[in-house]
């Protein structure tokens, strides 16, 4: 029996990925017979331009799912740094100076979020919902509620550029995701992930910095929550104080669909983008055939609970 | 003839692994029958089948002559069949009294009544010689004493206090007991045993301490590769023939010569902790295996964490080679520190991970290139660590929780010894491994030193640690009570230190 973990390069999917994609091909051709506006470009567009938050927050949820740890601030911290960006922006600082404030931003609330977690010992859930709280009521402190629009026409580009038909923004993700799983299955850094997830102790009693790289992880979780932030301010043209909510949660259940697990040790970027393809062509596909919003959310988490009881049930087999 | 359990024609397999190959076995009631075999030969398996962890691909399991699917754990100790694993399954969070009454805790008004539970806990410790606080969160405890906790955990489980009269089938499987206990915790285990059997429990007894095996055992099944090589009464058997059923050839002793010391290595310079270590003063040469030898909170194993640098000392000061240690183990690791700690599971190994990925985990930056990491090269690693240490497996991608505890011992071992350290600090370094691989360890830990690296073995078990060191350094409640030479040593001059009878001079 070989049986490991590890995503490496020789094995460039895993069951779970091979599946996922699966799933996705007969989605899209079931819904092509069923709809004839689903393989329309508007519709395409749509789902992609609706997928990118989450799709970019899920890169950095993953990598902390892998360690062993997760973060429910990510959609607090892309509704701060997209208010943070309008507020500068409003207030004449230069487009990539208020990006780079954003960024700042993010990174900073990862890093707080890393060190509660690592030097105070307070669990993940407690630490990334007391920030979750906190970010979400700056942004609303800071603009008080309301939305803040008429930024500076150039900002748009990020939603409104297209190359070879796809928006900006989406070749943004591509990048990002590509990058977060190429970095999680091949660099040095973070293959360290692994060993922490799948034992913290002994990671450490193997010369792992096992804390550095924690406040790293959420450190580049609260990047891509930022980043988000930033792109989504650019495709609303607006700050939203109120954006992103339950986004955590989304991501969380996405990656886990991907493969990754709560106990740490596993998971692939690639599998949990796969993920969110997966849950976004499902609330397309029921958009599509008008069904109610309200049962795309109970479809989600059906779906969730399918594909993890499946995947518990195939494994206490072998 | 009405056996409390037999065996008929039992098989298991694991992909191509055949682990179990067509054992047929009875277990008396009063009998003590043990179950001896290399790392590898299917004797937790075959345990696992009776304890209802797995289920046989063919065959049966007779409880006194009724056919019984055990299909879990639970209807395995309803049928009166107490398992204590060869890997430790005590909760870290809980008590010593809620971990020995978990799953049966005394209940009045439908609430846990956690006096009666306390009493119970401190009551079955007691047959086994020992008063442990039982409030206590495990934990916080060592690695012997949670041994202990786990053995009398499952000698509740025999004597269920439901159960009104004595059930038919009581018996007790013990898979190495003994790999982290002391002499004396030991004999008190063993006395527990004998006392067992007067009661007519069946009991099944697997260890690689053969001495042991022979002493206390009435009779004896010898596995290998899978299959019964025979079973025997003990009375009249040997080491010897119980080494050569089981390995089919002889074993060597490992050549001893004797040691060059060379330069200083590592010195401790009254070096305190409060509650583990006071005013210790010690120094390591290159060339040495020093052993570290002592009794249940002697502190023997924070001198191993003082070294590794995982504790810092509140008052005195270390020194390796001469400078001052740098104080986290990720750094003394660049100083040639190496530090295999004694519970593989929950310290030493990832066991979801492969071997290969355990091989290469004190050293990634050996296998990447540029920041990324080389597949083929760790593939490298996980070959040569199965063949430099004789690990029994299919392939270096076989996930480290699939192999035999003997096996997993050794992946461990071999992880460090990868790093080629020059300080190499091991506590208990052959747990779990069987006799010949306990003497191709030793060689190994003999070659190192003679190569030039200072070895320090801190270990329970005093016979190997009189076999492997050049010193031993002799502890007491914290405090060194004397440094002898291992050649000069035996059992009871080394003990009479570690019981604080007498203290040496030196
Ligand atoms: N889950 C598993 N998957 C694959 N192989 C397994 C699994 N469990 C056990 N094996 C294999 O079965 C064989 C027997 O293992 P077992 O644990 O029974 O040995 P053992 O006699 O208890 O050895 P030890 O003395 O080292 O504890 C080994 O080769 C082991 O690698
Ligand atoms: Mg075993």
Known sequence: MTDTTFPTARRLATMREAALLAMIVVLVVAMSFASPYFLSVANFQAVIAGMVPTAIIVVGMTILLVSGSFDLSVGSV????????????????????????????????????????????VNPLIATLGTMLMARGAALVFTEGFSLSSLPQGFAMFGKAQILGLPLMAWIMLLIVLLGDLGLRRTRYLRQVYFIGGNERAAALSGIPVSRVRVVCFMLSGLLAAFAGILLASRLMSGTPTA?????LQALAAAVIGGASLRGGEGTVLGAFLGVVFVALISNAMTMLAVSIYWQMVVTGLVLIVAVAVDMLTRSKT | MNSMITLRGLNKSFGATHAVKDVSFTLEAGEVHALVGENGAGKSTLMNMMAGVLTPDSGHILLQDTPRALTSTLMAARAGIATVFQELSLVDGLSVAENICAGHAP????????????RRATDLLHRLGTDLPVWRPVGSLLAGQRQLVEIAKAIGQLYHPEAAVPRP?????????????????KLRLFAAVRELRLQGVGIIYISHHLSEVVALADRITVLRDGATVWTRPAAGLTTEDLVSAMVGREVLRAPRDEAVPGPEMARLEGVTRAGQVRDLTLS????EVLGVAGLDGSGRETVARLLAGVE???????????AAHPGTLRRAMSAGVAYVPDDRKTLGLFLDLSIAANAVVTDLTQVARAGMMREALIHVAGVELIADQGVKAAGPDMSVRSLSGGNQQKVLLGKWLRRAPRLLVVEEPTKGVDIGAKQDIHMRIAALAREGAAVVIVSSDLPEILELSDRIAVMHRGRLTGIVDARSATEESVMALASGLVEDAA
């Open chain 2, 284 to 287: 390591i040469r290159g060339g």
């Open chain 2, 107 to 118: 209940v009045q008004f439908g609430l846990i009544d956690s006096g009666a539970m306390a």
């Open chain 2, 169 to 185: 089938v009581r018996a007790l499987i013990l898979d190495e007991p003994t790999s982290a206990l002391t002499a004396d915790e």
């Open chain 2, 312 to 322: 810092l000392p509140e008052q005195g000061r270390i020194t390796l080679a001469g």
């Open chain 1, 78 to 121: 892309m509704a701060l740094a997209s208010t943070v960006v309008a507020l500068l922006l409003l207030s004449g600082v230069s487009i990539p100076l208020a990006i780079l404030g954003a960024c700042a931003i993010g990174l900073a609330i990862g890093a707080v979020n890393g060190l509660i977690v690592t030097v105070l010992k």
């Open chain 1, 244 to 248: 992103g909510n339950a986004l955590e």
